[in-house]
């Protein structure tokens, strides 16, 4: 069982910046493809990115102006997000996934974190 945990979300002014983190729980985190998604107010959920063992992955609406990383020592994912704007306005999820990804996301994942919100003001 994997448990994650998302953090950093905020308010902040269009062009602005933050960084989400999605902190995992047990010792297998290095095994996992990482996926963020996001859900907008009155939105169905949309894939944002994805970072498995050889890649790194983005929808075109965030792509140039977010980037994702990992700490395997820590367990964490990153999701650095420059120049947001009023659209990105979201709950951001992490989620893992067994598997190799795509840009187009995981094919399946198996946790969920329960959502960090961000709010992007005009």
């Known amino acids: 069982q994997v448990q994650l945990v998302e953090s950093g979300g905020g308010l902040v002014q269009a062009g602005g910046s933050l960084r989400l983190s999605c902190a995992a729980s047990?010792?297998?985190?290095?095994?996992?493809?990482m996926g963020w998604f996001r859900q907008g107010p009155g939105k169905e959920r949309e894939f944002v990115g994805a970072?498995?063992?050889?890649?790194?992955y983005y929808a075109d609406s965030v792509k140039g102006r977010f980037t994702i990383s990992r700490d395997n020592a820590k367990n964490t994912v990153y999701l650095q997000m420059n120049s947001l704007k009023p659209e990105d306005t979201a709950v951001y999820y992490c989620?893992?996934?067994?598997?190799?990804?795509?840009?187009?996301?995981?094919?399946?994942?198996?946790?969920w974190g329960q959502g960090t919100q961000v709010t992007v003001s005009s």
């Open positions: 989620a893992a996934s067994h598997h190799y990804c795509s840009g187009y996301g995981c094919p399946t994942y198996d946790y």
């Open positions: 047990g010792r297998t985190f290095s095994s996992y493809s």
């Open positions: 970072i498995d063992w050889s890649a790194t």
